[in-house]
């Protein structure tokens, strides 16, 4: 969708959570910030609610769990049940190391794959940048020119805050 | 996550003031032409990995009977070095993930070398599992996939088995680890070519930067996988060695037999690897002059440690012999008497003194500042750990329980070959990587810069673009 | 090759209507599938089918056959049959009764018309079932590609039709002028060959002569009978009748004369728990086969041989109050040992046996004083049935060579001789046969003396020929062919019949003479004949001995001689145990085959004593020039614990040049021109020096200690005696019948069961078994006991499991680099004081795979590829092995074998694996998978043999529950061949068998003796090895352990006395 953003670039990251805070101490929502590095401390800022990737990233390692437990125990209890070295044909203890690694597999891959697709990542997807500098040592404070009521005031805020450059522009996302 | 900053302990970025700097240094020699040095080295290694590749079709022609194995000695430079090469793997996801865990900043300048690393080394230990076998062309049958032979399965009791999910796996999540972390940076080079109007290359590392912009939400869900990858990898990388021990460990050959095997390979690996790293390190610094962002001190962290875990498997090998005597078993203390006095004596002592003697030098503060010699021990560290695992193969199955079968071992040009050739492999891979790829972690030394000085050249009123 | 004898045999299949004919009214409609799976299958061939016919049918069969193994790659198609022959079922094996050249009755296995197997005919009182290796490898000289293939005059080839028609003429001219004709062969058992050779001969009435001859010749025997008794004959000795074997370097265990029937007969009295155990004395110089075995040895020069008997001969007189021969010089071996051995010879009288290997007449006579002194005439020694099986005549050869010099000769016809290369006379007569008129030499194939003739003519191999054999007066046995005629050859004795006019087939000649000579009253002839013919063994009466009278006088004369004292170093001549006289060089099963005591396969060398090697500085593998009169040598060296000091030995039978490919690639020196006219050994002016070459000799074993006597000497000394780290105690278990018959607990035997048992007490596991308990088990478990007392590592398992297993031979290159690929080994470990050859002792233990019901492999193979059966096996899967070699890694025994190499097609493994000739390759066991480079195999109890074994006792009884015959003698391979009956084979589980009782019947002496090898990895091995039990006083016991103490006390610097009691086992090289 199209988008007016209200931008203030910075230089120092220490800036940017300075003007963060005036920001949203005065209301105004934040509707994104562009950084080279990710800024400690940020996240209350910009409202969003804690990942669940983690909660994904467990039931994707059960579901490892129980595919490797179902897979051995189902081929050596009931398919083909063997007399391997004098051992029983159910040998738990010897199930664990493949249990475990399947466990870290599914858990690490079905993980990364969630995150590609929620931040909507692919090869060769292009980027819109509001400055090509944004990925190398320039800080963007973005807000949604619908969403504010007193435009002075968050440019007077960036003014402050010491940005070196306020401007408006059409963002398509 | 987390709100807290962790208090800086030390500097170590020196002599930098702004964030472009550090993307100027790091990208410098991505984006200047290849110099001759760089072409000389990579097409050698290249080479050297050729005539590795030409020993590796031999054997598939000819048969294992190429290699110097009996029917008493059946592994020898094969396993030895897929042990060897899945250590030098584990110290680069031990830096990316147990150093990030424990918020050691100074990993953040020598993670991503590292982790290079650790994708090599498995690279080149996976092909000796597969070459090793008799018959290469059924590896497939390593896999459990219902077939039409009757039922058919895999022997989930076998070390080697397990091996085989371990390694794979390992090497996924690694390379997912190194690639993750990768992002951001080929996002970062790919609007530096953009600024310098060179759109085909831009639009390379376009696709592989997969579109990242660095928006800050990104950016805290980007830092929460990459702490549960990090937690995630840390038993990895222990069990996967763990595992690989098994393959010893659960036998019932005296000097394989034995219990204590598994902490004593970590150990083993992270020493190894962090040996490989030094290496690494002090060449791509030296050549890259990023002598700022990978400092003496990080060069020190790296000796202390390799100090420590050489210390541990010291420990490791008189406890061995300790129980051995301890055992009252006449099999166990002959076979680790043999060792040590043994035909094989001398690669025992070779192991010992590169493994155990060596790197106590680096109590001494001039020796680990001291580049050269570093580098020196840290090639002994490698030779020493290559050795190890030749001694636990070799000297545990020549003489093992009937003296009717005991026989000796020599190794033939085409193993040497493969040897050779495995590292020949490792150093051209490293090479391109280090050519076409960000060697040091630019967001993540971004961080530890603290107090930037204001950059030159910042334009106003820029319009937004599309790469 | 194949392509002329196919058409041959089509041929012949089309020509003859009347086989036709008879193949009709041949079928027998009452005979159900069920009965050509049984016995009866031969039972009704032998009765309806004629054999001539089967033959026919036979042959196309065969090379049908032998065009499908044309292919590249073992057998991959099969050519159905035109005909079915209806005695052949193609899957299920026909078998034969016939006789080796030996004279060992043997049961022929055929698979669609090919033998593929020789196994020994249980049937004979003679051998008791048994083969030895030579007599396996035999079946390969059948398929060797280097036989001759057609008739040949100097180098161009003859028709057979052009050859008789040029021969006939030529002998009956040869008659006509009165030339003198002389027939030279080797031994021959067969009544039938010779009355056929006299029936060549007859013709030239005096002229002509049949002169019998042997490569390593025991002629002195006969010829000291001749002298003493006047019967000039090799007497039938009788091993299982005596209770004192007194043997003077003779090998009658490993390759004197008859061994198969002498193990037999050796073993039968070698059980402890049996009503008596024969004691075993050996004095030789080098360290036989025999030796190895004996309970007692003690070593003596060649020279100092005759010494020895003088003065046992005056022991064993003076005991029993006779005169004793005068003038001999005192001496005696070590210990006194010869007053010992004289008591209990005498304490024995009448059940005791003094027998002498050495070829020398005064020596022999002197055997037969005592002999006759002992009343062992008649007990021991039977000259009443003499023995048939070495006829060789010394002074006929002698006479017959000076005949040659002389140019006396107008013919000479060679029967399957070579003297040029197996005597001392060869390089005379290679020299005088040129001059010879007309020479003729029939054999297998040409070899060294061949060349030399004016004609070469190919016979026949004893599987493809009709005959029949004399083992002694009174056993008789039958040949009959297995296989039509690979090649245009044909038998030596039709041969000489046709040019002696005689037509018609030689098939009917045997049939003719036995039916006039052999054939009594009762059943007729036809029925006797055929019931004969399918048992190949016949029985009549011995005759009664009559009482004999030695003259000690006429001795006194002749014994002056051997009064000397010999020389310092001494040159020993002696025959391996599988290449024996040389015959058999070109045979790649027999090359491979490790000799029982040096363990070298492949090649030629000088055994030199360990005293004599210390003092020369000499070490495996050091080339020596040897020279022994004018003449030298050059032969690496084997130092050799346990041989006598001052003599070196060289094999015979190697160092052929003519013998074929394989010969070739051994090389070698032939060492039977220096052979003395009497005796075994040159005795004087022999000189031994270093060249300073080296040489790598190829050892199935390099190590013949039981731990490393280095790092023993480091660190007993500081450490005290268990670091020695000696563990033969938990390998193998001996002791010595003193201990094991006394009741006292507190003897090193009794003490160590009690350890034993303590220490099984301690082994637990895990898991519970998979298997049942055995009282209810509906299952079979299949088990192997192995008795330690009766192996005397003769190697005879080892060719047969090659051969039913179709084991690849792989040559000496791969075996240096240890990959020999034998299922089955003979380890060979020494004890006692290595510089004190007589306190040598050697024991032999098999080694193949334990089965473990713990398997060690099993649990690693990531493919699972080998598995565990329900009835105990530890399986092979071939096809799924991926070769990742851990299962051998972690093998404790290491008895498994890995292909390391594609064997069956690889360059340089040509010519060495039968598998790789068109013809060789015929001899592969159709029912057991050749395997490819990169997989893993090992010994599979024959899981072939046993399945087949089942199905026969399903359809015997009808009911899937049959179990086998429990105390069935060939369920494996090794078991079946073995002459001693050392293996014990079975369903351990099956209350009925012998095995079930060495398991589990705690009554039973052999489950006393019963242990496993290192039984503390809890392996649960289903192989287990029975203590073995030298005839040894707990004296003599203990005196060796003080030697070996002694040893071990200066080597290692620290008091070693004391050790585990048992004999204690020590580096010996």
Redesign the interface.
């Known amino acids: 969708m199209k988008r007016n953003l209200l931008i203030g670039?910075y230089?120092?990251p220490?800036a940017v959570l300075e003007g963060l805070d005036k920001l949203t101490s005065q209301g105004v929502r934040i509707f994104?910030?562009?950084?080279?590095?990710?800024?400690?401390?940020?996240?209350?800022y910009?409202g969003?609610k804690r990942?669940r990737?983690?909660v994904a990233?467990f039931i994707y390692g059960c579901l490892g769990f129980l595919t490797a437990v179902t897979?051995?125990s189902l081929?050596?209890g009931v398919?083909?049940p063997?007399?391997?070295?004098?051992?029983?044909a159910l040998?738990f203890p010897?199930?664990v190391?493949?249990t475990?690694?399947?466990t870290?597999?599914f858990?690490?891959?079905g993980?990364?794959i969630t995150?590609?697709i929620?931040?909507s990542?692919?090869?060769?997807?292009?980027?819109?940048?509001?400055?090509?500098?944004?990925?190398?040592?320039?800080f963007i404070i973005a807000i949604d020119k619908s969403k504010v009521s007193d435009e002075a005031a968050v440019k007077a805020v960036f003014e402050q805050t010491g940005a070196?450059?306020i401007?408006e522009?059409?963002?398509v996302k | 996550?987390?709100?807290v900053?962790s208090p800086i302990r030390q500097k170590w970025v020196t002599n930098t003031e702004?964030?472009?700097q550090i993307?100027a240094d790091v990208a410098r020699p991505i984006e200047a032409k290849p110099n001759l040095l760089w072409l000389g080295v990579t097409a050698f290694s290249g080479l050297v990995m050729l005539m590795g590749f030409a020993m590796i079709g031999w054997t598939i022609w000819e048969g294992i009977g190429t290699w110097g194995l009996n029917k008493t000695v059946g592994w020898a430079f094969d396993i030895t070095n897929f042990v060897f090469w899945v250590g030098i793997g584990h110290a680069g996801t031990l830096i990316s993930a147990v150093l990030l865990l424990f918020r050691q900043e100074w990993r953040n300048s020598i993670n991503r070398a590292s982790e290079a690393m650790t994708i090599f080394a498995v690279v080149c230990a996976g092909i000796f599992p597969l070459l090793h076998m008799g018959r290469i062309w059924l590896g497939l049958w390593f896999l459990?996939f219902p077939n039409t032979r009757g039922?058919?399965?895999v022997?989930?009791?076998s070390?080697l088995?397990?091996d085989v999910?371990?390694i794979?796996?390992y090497l996924?999540?690694s390379l997912?680890?190194w690639y993750?972390g990768m992002?951001?940076d080929f996002?970062?080079i790919?609007?530096?070519f953009?600024?310098k109007g060179k759109m085909a290359i831009s639009r390379i590392y376009?696709?592989?930067?997969?579109?990242?912009?660095?928006?800050?939400?990104?950016?805290?869900?980007?830092?929460?996988?990459s702490l549960?990858?990090s937690g995630?990898?840390t038993?990895?990388v222990l069990?996967v060695h763990?595992?690989v021990s098994?393959d010893f460990a659960t036998s019932v050959i005296p000097g394989w037999h034995t219990t204590i095997f598994p902490p004593y390979f970590v150990a083993g690996a992270i020493f190894s690897g962090f040996g490989m790293v030094q290496t690494l390190m002090i060449v791509t610094r030296k050549v890259y002059k990023l002598e700022n962002y990978i400092t003496m001190d990080h060069m020190e962290s790296i000796a202390k440690i390799v100090l420590a875990t050489g210390s541990l498997v010291g420990l490791a090998y008189m406890t061995e012999f300790f129980t051995a005597w301890y055992s009252g078993s006449l099999w166990e203390r002959y076979i680790f008497i043999n060792r040590a006095f043994g035909p094989f004596g001398w690669s025992y002592w070779i192991m010992f003194s590169c493994n155990v003697i060596t790197p106590q030098l680096f109590w001494f503060r001039k020796i680990r500042t001291s580049m050269v010699l570093t580098f020196i021990i840290s090639i002994f560290v490698n030779i020493g750990m290559w050795f190890e695992r030749f001694v636990i193969i070799v000297t545990s199955l020549h003489q093992d329980y009937l003296p009717s079968s005991w026989a000796s071992y020599s190794p033939t040009y085409v193993e040497f070959g493969i040897l050779i050739g495995s590292f020949g492999l490792f150093f051209f891979l490293f090479f391109l990587f280090a050519k076409f790829a960000p060697v040091v972690n630019?967001?993540?030394v971004?961080?530890l810069l603290k107090?930037?000085k204001?950059?030159e050249g910042?334009?106003?009123?820029?319009?937004?673009?599309?790469? | 090759m194949s392509q002329p004898t196919y058409w041959r045999g089509l041929d012949e299949l089309k020509q003859t209507p009347e086989f036709l004919e008879e193949a009709k009214n041949e079928f027998p409609t009452s005979m159900p599938l069920e009965d050509m799976l049984t016995d009866k299958a031969d039972e009704a061939l032998g009765t309806t089918a004629s054999r001539r016919d089967f033959m026919k049918v036979m042959g196309f069969g065969i090379t049908a056959a032998t065009l499908a193994a044309c292919a590249e790659g073992p057998v991959k198609k099969a050519i159905p049959y035109v005909n079915k022959p209806d005695d052949v079922v193609p899957g299920v094996a026909n078998w034969y009764a016939s006789t080796t050249p030996a004279g060992v009755p043997v049961l022929v296995k055929t698979r669609e018309g090919r033998p593929i197997k020789l196994e020994g005919n249980p049937d004979s009182s003679h051998t008791g079932g048994g083969l030895d290796a030579a007599g396996q490898a035999i079946l390969l000289d059948l398929y060797d590609q280097d036989r001759g293939r057609k008739p040949s005059k100097g180098d161009a080839f003859v028709d057979w039709s052009d050859l008789d028609s040029a021969m006939i003429p030529a002998f009956q001219q040869i008659a006509a002028s009165g030339g003198a004709v002389r027939v030279l062969s080797r031994t021959i058992s067969s009544p039938s060959a010779k009355a056929a050779i006299a029936a060549f001969l007859a013709p030239f009435g005096e002229n002509g002569s049949h002169v019998t001859y042997e490569a390593v010749s025991a002629s002195a025997i006969s010829q000291a009978h001749e002298a003493d008794f006047g019967v000039k004959a090799f007497p039938s000795y009788r091993f299982d009748k005596a209770k004192v074997i007194a043997s003077f370097s003779c090998d009658f265990l490993g390759s004197w004369v008859s061994p198969v029937e002498f193990l037999h007969q050796w073993a039968s009295r070698r059980n402890p728990d049996g009503a008596w155990m024969s004691r075993h004395y050996q004095v030789e110089s080098v360290l036989s086969n025999t030796g190895a075995n004996a309970d007692l040895r003690f070593t003596v020069k060649p020279s100092q041989e005759g010494l020895a008997l003088l003065n046992l001969y005056n022991k064993v007189a003076r005991l029993l109050g006779q005169p004793s021969l005068r003038g001999v010089t005192e001496f005696n071996v070590a210990a006194n040992g010869l007053d010992k051995l004289a008591t209990e010879l005498v304490a024995a009288k009448g059940e005791s046996l003094v027998v002498c290997g050495t070829n020398d007449v005064v020596l022999q006579r002197v055997v037969n004083g005592i002999n006759s002194m002992l009343g062992n005439y008649g007990t021991t020694v039977d000259l009443a049935n003499p023995s048939m099986l070495h006829q060789a005549d010394d002074v006929a050869l002698a006479t017959l060579v000076d005949e040659l010099k002389g140019g006396k000769i107008a013919a000479l016809v060679l029967l399957e001789a070579n003297p040029v290369y197996d005597t001392a006379y060869g390089a005379a007569i290679a020299q005088a046969l040129p001059t010879v008129g007309l020479s003729v030499s029939i054999s297998l194939k040409a070899d060294e003396t061949s060349k030399f003739c004016t004609y070469y003519v190919p016979s026949s191999h004893f599987l493809e020929s009709w005959g029949d054999a004399q083992q002694n007066a009174y056993t008789y046995s039958l040949v009959q062919p297995a296989i039509y005629p690979i090649f245009k050859t044909r038998q030596a004795e039709e041969t000489l019949l046709r040019w002696a006019g005689v037509q018609g087939s030689y098939r009917d000649y045997v049939m003719a003479y036995w039916q006039s000579n052999l054939y009594g009253e009762g059943l007729g002839f036809g029925k006797f004949w055929e019931e004969t013919l399918r048992k190949g063994i016949f029985t009549k009466e011995a005759a009664v001995a009559a009482p004999l009278t030695f003259n000690a006088e006429a001795l006194q004369t002749a014994t002056g001689r051997l009064n000397t004292a010999g020389s310092d170093l001494e040159l020993a001549f002696y025959q391996k145990v599988g290449i024996r006289d040389g015959r058999q060089a070109n045979n790649p099963w027999l090359q491979e085959l490790p000799d029982p005591v040096s363990r070298v396969v492949w090649d030629d060398y000088v055994s030199v004593p360990y005293t004599l090697a210390e003092e020369e500085g000499l070490k495996d593998g050091d080339v020596v020039e040897v020279k022994a009169g004018e003449s030298s040598f050059s032969l690496p060296v084997i130092v050799q614990p346990g041989q006598a000091n001052g003599v070196i030995a060289v094999a015979l039978g190697y160092g052929r040049t003519d013998a074929g490919r394989v010969a070739k690639k051994v090389g070698g020196v032939n060492v039977y021109p220096f052979m003395p006219a009497s005796g075994n050994a040159v005795t004087s002016n022999v000189s031994m020096s270093k060249t300073g070459g080296e040489y790598e000799l190829a050892r199935v074993q390099t190590y013949s200690l039981l731990y490393d006597e280095n790092i023993g000497k480091r660190f007993a000394k500081s450490w005290g005696k268990e670091y020695e780290f000696d563990r033969s105690h938990e390998i193998v278990k001996e002791t010595v019948l003193g201990y094991y018959q006394s009741e006292d607990a507190n003897n090193p035997y009794h003490k160590s069961l009690k350890k034993y048992e303590d220490k099984k007490a301690h082994l637990v596991?895990l898991?519970?078994?998979?298997f049942e308990d055995p009282e209810t088990s509906q299952y079979l478990h299949w088990a192997m006991a192995i008795d330690l007392n009766k192996c005397t590592g003769c190697g005879a398992c080892v060719v047969s499991c090659n051969a039913e297993n179709n084991v690849p031979v792989v040559g000496k290159k791969e075996v240096l680099t240890r990959r020999e690929m034998h299922w089955m080994r003979i380890d060979r470990y020494y004890s006692g004081d290595p510089t004190n050859p007589d306190t040598v002792d050697t024991v032999f233990q098999p080694m193949l795979c334990q089965h473990?019901?713990?398997?060690?492999?099993?649990?690693v193979c990531p493919v699972?590829a080998t598995?565990?059966?329900?009835e105990g096996l530890n399986q092979m899967a071939y096809n799924r092995c991926v070769g990742t070699r851990y299962c051998a890694n972690n093998c404790p025994y290491k008895v498994r074998r890995f292909n390391w190499f594609n064997y069956t097609n690889g360059s340089e493994f040509t010519d060495i694996n039968p598998s790789q000739s068109e013809v060789g390759r015929l001899v592969l066991n159709p029912d057991v998978t050749v395997r490819f480079r990169g997989v893993m195999e090992k010994c599979s109890f024959c899981v072939q043999r046993l399945q087949d074994k089942k199905l026969r006792a399903k359809l015997k009884d009808q009911t899937s529950f049959a179990k086998p015959d429990p105390n069935d003698r060939g369920f494996t391979a090794c078991q079946q061949s073995c002459p001693t009956g050392a293996i014990v084979f079975g369903d351990r589980n099956d209350p009925k068998s012998e095995i079930n009782k060495i398991w589990f019947d705690p009554a039973s002496k052999e489950n006393e003796r019963k242990y496993h090898v290192i039984e503390e990895v809890k392996t649960?091995s289903s192989i287990a090895y029975l203590t073995k039990v030298r005839n040894r006083t707990a004296e003599e016991a203990e005196a060796q352990a003080a030697a070996i103490a002694g040893y071990k006390t200066e080597i290692f610097g620290v008091d070693m006395s004391g050790g585990h009691g048992e004999a204690v086992h020590t580096e010996a090289h």
């Open positions: 670039k230089w120092d220490e994104d910030v562009f950084s080279p590095f990710p800024i400690h401390g940020i996240d209350p910009l969003s990942t990737l983690t990233a897979m051995m081929i050596y398919v083909w063997m007399n391997i070295g004098g051992k029983p040998a010897s199930f190391p493949i475990f690694e399947l870290v597999l858990a690490a891959h993980m990364v995150f590609f929620v931040g990542y692919w090869p060769g997807k292009r980027a819109r940048l509001l400055d090509i500098r944004q990925t190398d040592d320039v070196y450059d401007s522009t059409e963002y | 996550m987390s709100h900053r702004t964030y472009g993307t459990p039922s058919l399965w022997n989930f009791n070390p088995l397990w999910f371990a794979s796996t996924s999540v997912v680890f993750l992002i951001p996002a970062t790919r609007d530096r953009a600024m376009g696709i592989l930067s997969f579109g990242w912009e660095g928006s800050s939400r990104n950016w805290s869900r980007y830092e929460v996988i549960i990858l995630l990898a038993p990895l069990s763990t595992i098994m630019m967001f993540e971004k961080t107090h930037p204001k950059p910042l334009k106003t009123g820029s319009e937004p673009v599309t790469v | 596991t898991w519970e078994s998979h473990c019901d713990n398997a060690p492999c099993e649990t699972l598995i565990h059966s329900t649960l």
